[in-house]
C-alpha cells in the first residue's frame, strides 16, 4: 500500500447528506474533514423534527457537501485515491444518490470503489483499532444491534431489538413525559436533574427491564414505552404540578438507567459468551452520557481485561467519517467494487 | 369488528389472522396510540406472510421492506409516519409506488393523515384502529 492514501467518504442513507475525508500514513489515519448536512443547513423545515429524506434535498447537497469536505481537508478531489459509500441499509431513494454519485466519482475519477454497511459504519466510527473478538453494540434511533467482530470485515448480528430501538423508545418517552426534542438528550439532561430517588414523598417509580433475565441476546424496548406511559398517566391525575415536575425528571432518570442497564448487561453477556478483547459502542445513543459511564463502569468491574471504546460526540450520530474509517480497513483487505456492479440495498444486513 | 386482545401474543396471532386474508394490493393505516400494538400487529401479519427476519420498529427508517418468497404477494412493506411524513414524503421515498402494486402489501403506522390523499387518488385501503383499555388490553377495530 501506498504510505499515505486518502479516502473520500460519503454517506446518505436516510436523513444525513454527509462527506468526509480521511488520511492515512503508516501509524494509522486521521480525519482530515467531517461535514454533515443538518449542521451546515441554514433552513430547517420543522427544527429537525421532519427527517429531510426527499431525494432532491439530498441531490442538492451532495456536491457540495464533498466539495467542502475536500476543500476543508485542503485537497483536491484529484488527490483522493478511494471513494466509499454507505450502499445500506436505508432509504432506497436517499441511498442511491449517494450510490451514483460514488459511482460516478470513480469512473471519472477512475479511482476504486468501496461500499459500506451503515451499521458497520457505526461499529468502526472509533480511531483506536480493535483487538478481536469483538463486541460491538450500535444504538441509535433506527438501530439496536450487538455484533460479534471476528475480524474486519467479519461481522455477524448476535442480538437486536425485537420492537423499538433504544434511540427510539428515548425518543418517544420525552414526548410523553413532554420533554422536547430531540428526546435523547432531553432525557439525559431531565435525569440529571434528580438528586435522590425519594424526590417526592411516598412515589416510588419501578420500571421494568425487559429481557433482561432472558438467555440470549434479544433486547425489548417497547414495554418499557408503554410502562412509561401508564405510570406517567396515573402520576399526571394525582400530582400537584411541582411534584409532577419532580417526578418527570425522575421518570426520565428511571427509565434511563432501565435502558441503559439493559444494554450493557447485554453487551457484557455478549462479550463473556464470545470471550471478547475489545467492546465497542457506536450509533447516536452511544453519545448518552449515562451508558457511556455504566459501560465503563460495569465493564471495568464484570470483565476487567476488556477494553471499551467508544466514538467521540460528533462521531456517535450518521456521518461520513465512519464510513471513510471502515472503508480504510477494507482498502488494506482490496476489498472494492466495480463501479457498475454498485446497487443500493436498503434491507443490507451486516453478516459475516 | 370489534376484538380485545390481553397481551402482547395475542395482537400477534390476531396480525396472524388478518394476514392470512390478504391477496395482494392491500393498503393497510394502523391507527393508534403510542404502545397501541401497531408494530406487534405488523409482526403477526408478517409470521402469517413467511417473513423470518425481525420485523421491528420503522420509526425512524421509515419504511422497511421484506421480501416475501414464492406466493402471489412478494413484499411486506411496513411504513411509520410518526416523525411527521406526509403525502409528499411518502412520494419522495417511494412509498406511494408500492401503494399501487399487486404484488405488495402495505401497513402505515400512524397513517391517518393518508387517508384523504388515499381516497382522491381511488386507492383502496382498510383502516385497523386499536385503543388502549389497559396497560395490557388492546381493543381492535377491524
Known sequence: MKKQITILGIE??????????????????????????????????????????????????ILPMIQLAIKQAKKKMTE???IAVTAGPGLMSSLMIGTETAKTLALALNKPLIRINHIEGHLLSITEKLKFPAVGLVVSGGHT?????????????IGETRDDAAGEAFDKVAKILGLGYPGGPAISVAAAKVESVNLIPGIEIKLPRPMLDKEGFEMS?????????????ELVKILSP???????????????KAVVEVLVAKTAAAALKFKAKTIVLGGGVSANKFLRSEMLRVINEKLPDVNVLMPEMKMA???AAMIAQGAYFHVLKKDFIEPTKLKPDPGWELVH | MKLITKKESETIKLGEKFGKT???????????????????????????????????????????????????????VHIDTYRGLDIGDLKNIGAVEYFKRKDCVSFVEWGESLEEYLKKEQIN??????????????????
Request: with cysteine; proline share 1%; hydrophobic share 40%.
Open chain 1, 12 to 61: 446518505s442513507s436516510c436523513d444525513e447528506t454527509a462527506a468526509a475525508v480521511l488520511q492515512s500514513d503508516k501509524a494509522g489515519f486521521k480525519i482530515l474533514s467531517s461535514v454533515v448536512s443538518s449542521q451546515v443547513q441554514v433552513h430547517a423545515k420543522y427544527g429537525g423534527v421532519v427527517p429531510e429524506v426527499a431525494a432532491r434535498l439530498h441531490i442538492e447537497k
Open chain 1, 80 to 82: 483522493i485515491d478511494y
Open chain 1, 145 to 157: 444491534q450487538i455484533i460479534l467482530v471476528k475480524d474486519y470485515l467479519k461481522y455477524k448480528l
Open chain 1, 221 to 233: 424496548f417497547s414495554g418499557l414505552k408503554t410502562s412509561v406511559l401508564y405510570k406517567w398517566n
Open chain 1, 242 to 256: 411541582e411534584n409532577l415536575d419532580k417526578a418527570r425528571n425522575l421518570m426520565a432518570y428511571e427509565f434511563q
Open chain 1, 317 to 319: 450520530g450518521d456521518n
Open chain 2, 22 to 76: 390478504l391477496k395482494g394490493g392491500e393498503v393497510v393505516l394502523l391507527v393508534g396510540d403510542l404502545g397501541a400494538g401497531k408494530t406487534t400487529f405488523v409482526k403477526g401479519v408478517a409470521k402469517s406472510l413467511g417473513v423470518t427476519r425481525v420485523v421491528n420498529s420503522p420509526t425512524f427508517v421509515l419504511m422497511k421492506i421484506y421480501e416475501i418468497k414464492n406466493k402471489e404477494i412478494k413484499n411486506l
Open chain 2, 125 to 142: 385501503f382498510k383502516k385497523i384502529v386499536i385503543k388502549n383499555i389497559s396497560e395490557n388490553e388492546r381493543e381492535f377495530i377491524l
